[in-house]
Nanobody, 114 residues
Framework: VQLQASGGGLAQAGGSLRLSCAASAGTAKMGWFRQAPGKEREIAASITWTNNKYYSDSVKGRFTISRDNVKNTVNLQMNSLKPEDTAVYFC????????????WGQGTEVTVSS
């Protein structure tokens, strides 16, 4: 499965950005991870084929993940952005609900200025 991420860029604090990821095939679970400078990669949000969603505490209430199972795309709408959201964001996919994320897209940079 190949993943192609798009979106990201520069936003001011309180602003919004939208990330999109297109997969070459359907997957059971897709997620958005992020890695800030000097920090470990962490999951921001994930969504299953059956539309079960997970959000990390740091993005809950501000980010919304959605997917289109026909188009094999997943989106991450990021609102009320904070400088601490600055990171490289990666989309990832797993073949099974409980499986590990085996497929990764290229990172897309998000920078939030204060």
């Amino acid at each position: 499965v190949q993943l192609q991420a798009s979106g990201g860029g520069l936003a001011q604090a309180g602003g919004s950005l939208r990330l999109s990821c297109a997969a070459s095939a359907g997957t059971a679970k897709m997620g958005w991870f992020r890695q800030a400078p000097g920090k470990e990669r962490e999951i921001a949000a994930s969504i299953t084929w059956t539309n079960n969603k997970y959000y990390s505490d740091s993005v809950k209430g501000r980010f919304t993940i959605s997917r289109d199972n026909v188009k094999n795309t997943v989106n991450l709408q990021m609102n009320s952005l904070k400088p601490e959201d600055t990171a490289v964001y990666f989309c990832a996919a797993a073949s099974t609900m409980g499986g590990e994320y085996k497929y990764w897209g290229q990172g897309t940079e998000v920078t939030v200025s204060s």
